[in-house]
């Protein structure tokens, strides 16, 4: 079987889609307004100093995917691109990561899932309650929509002495448990978010993470690397499945493994940030005989996008950029990389949550054809295309596109 590689920037949309306003983010454009504040020098700060420089992303097409996706142009080097590129809409419902990732994988979500109204106690009390009983604590905190950054340093001293965990939530379907690696324990957070998920399946939420931290408030409190997603596993099968049951192997990089439940998954490798997952790509690489390696870089999202942070997110891309030259070096003739996204998260945007944005197709590879894909109706087409190029069993959305 031959080979691919799927890489997620997470969040990294190219524009608001048709649809945009039924969510509140028609304007929206996560790449094309980093770009434009670099350029305006709005974002200079200790962090960086003047333009996006993103070279390598631009010679494979992602500069005129964005400029295609918004209908008009950027301030940025024009290169001629070397790969397939266009954008594509989102036929799911939500504008969250799952739903983004299940529908690359031919798996369109057309039903809404269950979200918490955005009030304070958001939480029916009923859940709290059972939350309490089942994971053998006295009580929460939070207990509202919040910012993963925000609400530690705002109850991290009170969960540190009173040991009850801080449950909060975000426009996504989702229910997060913050808790202090040491002072909380990192296996009875896992623990406690089992009992969680198990709670919220009947409320159609589709996830629960944990979200593990260390430090104090005198020296500041920092999320660890050890999150944790227990996601509903998808409802169909998706590429992975295919790409195994064709005796394929499917290596997730990151939080791929807990997106999909583990399902269709045959491995799991992990690293703390960007630039670790990338180390494990290139490792990955050198071993991979023929199936998928599917890779999320979530410290777009994470990091950058949900806390709003312009010169952060243009200094990752930047850093991701010098490495797409290491990715290049290791390509065999026959292999295809795709880059793309599961969302938007605009940094300019108001608020904290996903924006509902298109999404980057970019396709390269020795053997890849240098075209314009225009606009793609789902993000299936990628997989579909993903799928045809494996020579495995078609999916069930989604056309391939020609990039050959």
């Known amino acids: 079987m031959k080979k691919a590689i799927i890489l997620v920037l997470d ?57 295609e996706s918004r209908g008009q142009p950027l301030p940025i080097d024009r290169i001629k691109p070397e790969g397939a590129y266009g954008f594509a809409k989102e036929l799911s419902a939500g504008k969250d990561t799952p739903s983004g990732h299940w ?8 039903f809404e899932w269950g979200t918490f109204p955005k009030v304070d106690n958001c939480f029916p009390e ?24 925000q609400v530690i340093e705002e109850f991290g001293d009170e969960h540190i002495e009173s040991g009850f965990p801080i449950c909060y939530t975000s426009a996504d379907s989702v229910f997060q448990i913050a ?3 040491e002072h909380f324990g990192l296996e009875r957070l896992y623990e406690l978010c089992k009992v969680a998920k198990r709670l919220v399946d009947p409320l159609n939420i589709t996830r629960v993470i944990a979200r593990p931290f260390v430090g104090n408030s005198k ?9 944790k997603d227990l996601t509903t596993p998808p409802n169909k099968p998706t590429l992975l499945d295919n790409i195994q049951e064709a005796n394929g192997q499917v290596v997730s990089v990151g939080k ?43 410290d777009f999202d994470t990091n950058f996008g949900h806390r709003r942070d312009v010169p952060g997110y243009a200094l990752a891309l930047e850093e991701f950029d010098k490495r797409i030259p290491e990715i290049e070096s290791k390509l065999d003739n026959d292999d295809l990389v795709l880059i793309t996204a599961d969302h938007g998260c605009d940094p300019t945007w108001p608020g904290s949550d996903h ?17 314009n894909l225009g606009k793609r109706d789902t993000f299936a087409d990628m997989g579909q295309t993903i799928a045809t190029h494996l020579q495995i069993k078609p999916l069930a959305h989604g056309k391939p596109c020609e990039i050959h």
Request: glycine content about 12%; some cysteine; aromatic content about 4%.
């Open 11 to 67: 969040s990294l949309g190219l524009g608001s889609s048709d649809d945009a306003s039924l969510y509140g983010d028609k304007g929206s454009d996560t790449l094309g307004h980093i770009i434009e504040e670099c350029d305006l020098g709005k974002a200079n700060s200790k962090k960086r100093n003047g333009p996006l420089k993103i070279p390598n992303l631009l010679r494979w097409g992602l500069g005129e995917a964005a400029i």
């Open 103 to 110: 529908e690359i994988c031919g798996l369109p979500v057309p």
């Open 126 to 149: 009923s859940l709290i309650n059972d939350l309490m009983k089942q994971g053998n604590i006295l009580g929460t905190l939070a207990n509202k929509h919040a910012s993963g950054t």
């Open 179 to 181: 808790a202090h690696e």
């Open 219 to 227: 020296d500041g409190f920092k999320r660890t690397s050890n999150r």
């Open 256 to 298: 791929i493994g807990d997106i999909f439940s583990n399902q269709g998954v045959t491995y799991t490798v992990k690293g703390p940030n960007n630039m670790a997952l990338v180390d494990q790509l290139l490792n990955e690489m050198d071993k991979a005989e023929g199936g998928l390696i599917f890779v999320n870089l979530v």
């Open 355 to 371: 924006t509902r944005e298109h999404v980057p197709v970019v396709f390269y590879g020795k053997s890849i054809k240098a075209q």
